[in-house]
C-alpha cells in the first residue's frame, strides 16, 4: 500500500511553520536526564518563582466545585474586575486563553492572505506564527541595540499593512521603548494600521516605566493592548489573558473567539488576582533583588548581558549551544533563544534567591571546566 503524503492536504503556509516551542518541563528532563525532579531549576519560562496569589489559590478551591458547568462565556465578574481596574468600558476588552490567544485573534481578524503585519527582528516567536498561519506576509524589521527600531516600523509600512506588533517590554531581549518615543510613533502610524502593544511584563516595570498607554486609547481607535495573567500574577498553568482596545475593534475580535476561550477556574483566579495588590508588589522586589542578583553573577563571571526590563535576562555566552546543554545536564533549565536570531545567547528567568544561586553557581562551574 503506498502511503499519501498527509502534509499536501494542509496550505504551503501552515507546512512552512516552525512549531513554537516552550520552555523544557521538569518532568521531561528529570526523564532524559535521570535527575531527580526535587533538585532540577527551571528557569526558562518567566514564570513567577512565588507562584500565585494566595487570595487567588483560595478562590480557587471553592471554584473547583462548581467545574461540571460551563464557564461564562462573556467572563462577566472577570471583565468587570478588569474594567474598574484598567478604568475601560466593559465592551473594550477582549479576554483570551493566554495572552498568546489575543495576538491570535487579531490575526484572525483582521489579516488575510496578502496582507501585510509587521514586527521586530529578536521580537516574540508568536507574532510571525500567527502571520504565516492566516497567510499573511510578515515584514521583519532589523533591531536597533536588540530593541525595536520603530523609524523602520514607519519606513516599511504600505497598503497591504494591517498589523504591527510591538512588544514593550520586548520578550527574549528585555529591551523597553520610552513612553514619548511610543506614543510620537502612534501618531505617525497610519489609522488603515492596527497596532497591537503587547505589554506582557508591564507589572515588573518600576512606576517611572510603567506604560501610560491605556490612557491613550481614546486618541488612538487603531491602538491594541494585550496583557496576561501569566507573569507577574503567577497563573501562567491557567492561561488567562486580555485585550484593550476600541470597542468596535473588541466587537470583530470576539466575532473569532471561542465561546469558553476562557476556562472558569481561571477567570476566578484572575479576578481575585487582580486585586491582589500587596501580592503583585512583592513579585516586582523578588524580581528586583533577582534581577540584581543574577546580573551582578553574570558581571562576576565576565559575561555580557542585554539590560532587561522583564523578570529574565539574555546573555551572552560562548557556546551557548553548548553551555545549555551542560546546565541541562547539571538540572539547571534555561532558555535557549537561537531560533531568535540570537545563537550565542540564552535567556535566564529570574527565580528565588536559592534558585539564581544555583544557575550562577553551575554556570561557574561550567565555564571553568
Same mark, same amino acid.
Request: positive net charge; contains cysteine; hydrophobic residues 50%.
Given at each position: 500500500m503506498i502511503m499519501s503524503d498527509l502534509s499536501t492536504l494542509a496550505p504551503a503556509n501552515i507546512r512552512a511553520i516552525a512549531p513554537y516551542q516552550g520552555g523544557k518541563p521538569i518532568s521531561e528532563l528529570a526523564r532524559e536526564m535521570g535527575l531527580n525532579e526535587a533538585e532540577i531549576v527551571k528557569l526558562a519560562s518567566n514564570e513567577n518563582p512565588l507562584g500565585m496569589s494566595p487570595k487567588a489559590q483560595m478562590a480557587v478551591e471553592e471554584a473547583i466545585y462548581d467545574i461540571a458547568r460551563y464557564p461564562d462565556g462573556n467572563s462577566f465578574a472577570l471583565r468587570d474586575a478588569v474594567?474598574?481596574?484598567?478604568?475601560?468600558?466593559?465592551?473594550?476588552?477582549?479576554?483570551? *486563553?493566554?495572552? *498568546?490567544?489575543?495576538?491570535?485573534?487579531?490575526?484572525?481578524?483582521?489579516l488575510t492572505t496578502g496582507d501585510e503585519a509587521i514586527y521586530s527582528q529578536h521580537a516574540f516567536a508568536v507574532y510571525p506564527l500567527v502571520t504565516q498561519a492566516v497567510g499573511a506576509k510578515g515584514i521583519v524589521v532589523p533591531a536597533i541595540d536588540y530593541g525595536h527600531d520603530l523609524q523602520g516600523f514607519l519606513a516599511v509600512i504600505t497598503p497591504k499593512t494591517k498589523l504591527i506588533f510591538v512588544a514593550n517590554p520586548n520578550n527574549p531581549t528585555g529591551t523597553l521603548i520610552a513612553k514619548d518615543t511610543l506614543k510620537a510613533f502612534l501618531a505617525q502610524v497610519p489609522k488603515h494600521v492596527l497596532v497591537v502593544l503587547d505589554e506582557a511584563y508591564d507589572e515588573y516595570l518600576s512606576v517611572v516605566d510603567k506604560s501610560e498607554a491605556i490612557s491613550w486609547l481614546a486618541e488612538f481607535e487603531n491602538l491594541m493592548i494585550s496583557r496576561t495573567f501569566s507573569k507577574a500574577y503567577g497563573l501562567a498553568g491557567l492561561r488567562v489573558g486580555f485585550g484593550l482596545m476600541h470597542a468596535a475593534l473588541a466587537d470583530l475580535m470576539n466575532r473569532v473567539r471561542q465561546p469558553f476561550n476562557v476556562n472558569s477556574i481561571a477567570q476566578v483566579a484572575a479576578a481575585v488576582s487582580l486585586q491582589d495588590e500587596d501580592f503583585v508588589a512583592r513579585s516586582y522586589a523578588a524580581n528586583q533583588a533577582g534581577m540584581a542578583q543574577i546580573t551582578q553573577g553574570l558581571q562576576a563571571l565576565g559575561l555580557d548581558y542585554i539590560p532587561s526590563y522583564g523578570n529574565f535576562v539574555s546573555f551572552k555566552v560562548p557556546n551557548a549551544a553548548a553551555v545549555n546543554q551542560?546546565?541541562?545536564? *547539571?538540572?539547571?533549565?534555561?532558555?535557549?533563544?537561537?531560533n531568535y536570531d540570537m545563537p550565542d545567547y540564552l535567556r535566564v528567568s529570574i527565580g528565588l534567591f536559592s534558585e539564581n544561586a544555583r544557575f550562577i553557581e553551575v554556570l561557574e562551574k561550567i565555564l571553568k571546566s
Open positions: 474594567s474598574h481596574k484598567c478604568g475601560v468600558a466593559p465592551q473594550q476588552i477582549v479576554f483570551g *486563553n493566554g495572552s *498568546n490567544d489575543i495576538l491570535e485573534l487579531a490575526a484572525r481578524a483582521f551542560a546546565l541541562l545536564k *547539571n538540572g539547571v533549565i534555561v532558555r535557549p533563544v537561537a
